[in-house]
């Protein structure tokens, strides 16, 4: 969403589906109390489809006064159906006053990255541009001290006798995977957690690939330099650093193209990799270095220092977990990111809808690596 002087702007990028246009118009009646008499703006340029109930939803905000923006064929197409007309094209406002809010609102799509690496995505798209903000030693500390509980956590399911797999620790959980559903929770039951001057976003995914072997997985999860294209559109370039076993070194540039802000995230990640059997593997990541990029692209473009700028994405940690039984390959990804903490006066409208994009980014990041995983295995069939 965009809080400008003149106008409330929404941002669709994905598939709409019912769950979507619930959630979406939810957020329209939350955002209503601050809206008051300023135009209602939809940019659909971004969105792929939708189903019944989304497209009822924009054609009754159209007839309600909403004005539309689609600068994609796709999103023309679409809305001209939805519409039953020509759909004119806005051209954005500036950004003068610098006080804008952006947060562009996500359906299920499959834009996302492995390792929970979307997680960072979508901690990027929620830029606060009120002033910046700079990682404090108290705030590292309470990072530090909270990826130490997790590895802890991590060393209890890897020893003998200790439950590898969160999936397997409830047997509705498992039947879910089972038939299909990827389940995504934060694992104490609440996300984001506050710490001193700063937040941290907790969350676990799982699924279950039927047919697919372990060594299926990790062809995608190495390959690195091909990120860019398994995980459009965030994903804006990635390259493999260094290769030195058990540990892996890579980098990636991130940027969220929907935005008018021409801001980027350049970070380095170090990956630890352990396979303790035939069936199972881990790998353990985390970012040695995030700096922001601003006006990327631009005459202007200018490296902010780690640990300053916007505090969107301070620091990330991640966890695979993969095991191959009952016919296919169990994956579980746990991403834990540092960010800055939300305003006092937006915490009401923005940390649920922050909540729901981080654990979006979650669920797409998994459907995603499956598609590269089947995509891989389906090139490899045909040579």
């Keep these: 969403m965009h809080d400008g002087p003149s106008a409330f702007r929404f941002e669709l990028a994905g598939y709409l589906d019912s769950e979507g246009a619930r959630r979406l118009e939810q957020d329209w009646r939350t955002a209503g109390s601050i809206i008051g008499d300023r135009a209602l703006m939809v940019d659909i340029t971004f969105l792929t489809g939708a189903e019944k109930d989304g497209r009822a939803l924009l054609a009754r905000w159209h007839a309600e006064g909403a004005k539309f923006i689609a600068k994609s064929n796709v999103s023309r197409e679409l809305a001209e159906a939805i519409l039953g007309g020509p759909v004119g094209e806005i051209a954005s406002p500036g950004n003068a006053a610098g006080k804008w809010t952006w947060l562009p609102y996500h359906t299920c799509s499959s834009a996302a990255k492995l390792h929970g690496m979307l997680l960072l995505a979508a901690l990027l798209l929620v830029p606060m541009q009120l002033h910046a903000a700079v990682l404090k030693a108290e705030t590292l500390t309470a990072w530090d001290e909270y990826v130490q509980s997790v ?51 907790h969350w676990i995914g799982a699924a279950f690939l039927a047919h697919a072997k372990l060594n299926d997985i990790l062809e995608v999860t190495h390959d690195y330099d091909h990120y860019k294209e398994f995980y459009r559109p965030f994903v804006i370039e990635s390259k493999t650093v260094a290769r030195n ?18 801001m980027a995230i350049d970070a380095d990640y170090q990956a630890t990799e352990v396979r303790l059997d035939d069936c199972r593997f881990y790998s353990v990541s985390k970012t040695t270095r995030v700096q922001q990029i601003d006006d990327y692209g631009q005459p202007g473009e ?60 979650m669920l797409v990041s998994i459907q995603q690596t499956e598609q590269a995983v089947r995509s891989k295995s389906l090139v490899a069939r045909s040579q």
């Design 151 to 201: 590895q802890a956590g991590l060393q209890d399911r890897v020893r003998p006798g200790g439950s590898f797999l969160w999936t397997a620790e409830d047997p509705e959980r498992m039947a879910k995977a089972r038939d299909g559903e990827i389940i995504v929770a934060p694992p104490d039951g609440r996300t984001p957690s506050a710490v001193p001057g700063g937040l941290i976003h």
């Design 245 to 262: 076993d058990p540990d892996d070194k890579f980098s990636m540039l991130l940027m969220n193209r929907a935005l008018f802000v021409k």
């Design 302 to 361: 200018r490296r902010i220092p780690e640990g300053e700028g916007g505090g969107y994405v301070w620091k990330l940690f991640s966890m695979v977990r993969l095991e191959e039984r009952d016919g296919g390959v169990y994956i579980e990804m746990e991403t834990a990111a540092l960010s800055r903490d939300i305003p006092s006066l937006l915490r009401p409208m923005v940390n649920p809808i922050v909540r729901r994009l981080s654990r979006n980014a």
